[in-house]
C-alpha cells in the first residue's frame, strides 16, 4: 500500500521569502504525485502534477515541485511568497495504470506573515 | 465554467433528520469520488463509483450511502446525522485510466 507523508503540519513565513513545504511517499510501484491546494472553505484545486518526463514540475500560482525517486520525495516550494499563499496545501499521490483511490498526506497549513 | 458542482454549499441539519448532498459534472468522468474532511485533516475517501460499479471504503459507517442514477449526478445520504458527522464534503471526478482527479467547491455540513 502506498503512503504520503508531509512532515510540518504548519510552515509559518514571511511575505515575499521562499518556502519549500515537504512531502514523502512510499509505494511498491511507481506512482503519480500532485500537490492541492484549499483555500478556506473551498474544495481541492490542483496546483501541479508529476506524471512523467522532466522531474522539476511549474504549477499555477508560481509554485513548482521537484520529483526526486530515490528520495521518494516530491517537495514543494515557491521563491517569493503573498499573502493570498495562505492556504492548506495537500501533497497526494496515485498508483500508475491502478484503479486505486487517490492517498493524501494529512496536509501543511501555509502561515504568511507580514 | 465549473466542472464539478456541489449543492448546496453550505448546510444545516438537525441531528438525526436524513439530509442529501448532491454532485453534478459536465465532464463526463466516469469515476466519482465522494470525500469527508474534518477540521485540519486530510480528505478522507467514503466511497467511489466506476461508472454504476460501487465501492464501499471498509471503514464508511452504514450511516452514509450514495446514489449515482447516471454518469452526471452523484447523490451522498446520510441517514441519521450525528454531531461526529460535522464536516466538508467533497465531491470528486476522474476519467478512468488517467491521473487526475477535479473536486468540487464542497458542502459544509452543520449538525444541529
Known amino acids: 500500500a502506498q503512503s504520503v507523508t508531509q512532515l510540518d503540519s504548519q510552515v509559518p513565513v514571511f511575505e515575499e521569502a521562499p518556502v519549500e513545504l515537504r512531502c514523502n511517499y512510499s509505494?511498491?510501484?511507481?506512482?503519480?504525485l500532485f500537490w492541492y491546494v484549499q483555500y478556506p472553505n473551498q474544495g481541492l484545486q490542483l496546483l501541479l502534477k508529476?506524471?512523467?518526463?522532466?522531474?522539476l514540475v511549474k504549477g499555477i500560482n508560481g509554485f513548482e515541485a521537484e520529483f526526486n525517486k530515490s528520495q521518494t520525495s516530491f517537495h514543494l516550494r515557491k521563491p517569493s511568497v503573498h499573502i493570498s499563499d495562505t492556504a492548506e496545501y495537500f501533497c497526494?499521490?496515485?498508483?500508475?495504470?491502478?484503479?486505486?483511490?487517490?492517498?493524501f498526506g494529512k496536509g501543511t497549513r501555509l502561515h504568511i506573515l507580514p | 465554467d465549473a466542472m464539478v458542482i456541489q449543492n448546496p454549499r453550505y448546510q444545516v441539519t438537525q441531528f438525526g433528520k436524513p439530509v442529501t448532498l448532491s454532485c453534478s459534472q459536465t465532464?463526463?468522468?466516469?469515476?466519482m469520488y465522494w470525500y469527508q474532511q474534518k477540521s485540519s485533516q486530510a480528505p478522507k475517501l467514503l466511497f467511489h463509483?466506476?461508472?454504476?460499479?460501487?465501492?464501499n471504503e471498509a471503514d464508511t459507517p452504514d450511516n452514509f450511502q450514495s446514489r449515482r442514477p447516471n454518469t452526471s449526478f452523484c447523490f451522498l445520504d446520510i441517514r441519521s446525522p450525528g454531531l461526529g458527522d460535522a464536516a466538508m464534503y467533497l465531491c470528486?471526478?476522474?476519467?478512468?485510466?488517467?491521473?487526475?482527479?477535479?473536486f468540487g467547491q464542497g458542502t459544509r455540513l452543520t449538525v444541529v
Open positions: 465532464l463526463n468522468h466516469n469515476v
Open positions: 463509483y466506476y461508472d454504476k460499479d460501487f465501492n
Open positions: 497526494a499521490v496515485h498508483r500508475m495504470n491502478r484503479d486505486d483511490k487517490i492517498i
Open positions: 470528486a471526478t476522474q476519467l478512468r485510466g488517467t491521473a487526475e482527479a477535479f
Open positions: 508529476y506524471l512523467s518526463g522532466s522531474t
Open positions: 509505494s511498491s510501484v511507481s506512482v503519480y
